[in-house]
């Protein structure tokens, strides 16, 4: 559970605002572009990144670790572009 609190504008000087508590639920689902932003179906998003719904194991929601070196070799310039990446094991 969340709570906000929404400015709802000024009235003779005061600032009117409104609190509420509401629950906000992780978007287990996906992402979903197939329909209106106000027609969203639940448990889905419009717009994700770094995300994943299982951490450790459990379906919790959560940040997507980041990424560590594979090499310490200094490449000689930018990289300009990457057609395929193979991985051997």
Not at 69 to 84: C, D, F, N
């Amino acid at each position: 559970m969340a709570s906000f609190r929404i400015a709802l504008g000024r009235r003779r000087g005061l600032l009117f605002s409104l609190e509420a508590i509401v629950e906000i639920l992780f978007p287990f689902k996906g992402i979903n572009k197939g329909v209106l932003t106000s027609k969203q179906p639940i448990d889905t998003a419009r717009n994700m990144s770094n995300v994943r719904p299982y951490a450790d194991g459990r379906l919790r929601g959560g940040q997507r670790p980041g990424f560590c070196k594979a090499s310490t070799v200094e490449l000689p310039g930018p990289i300009v572009e990457i057609m395929t990446v193979t991985v051997v094991n």
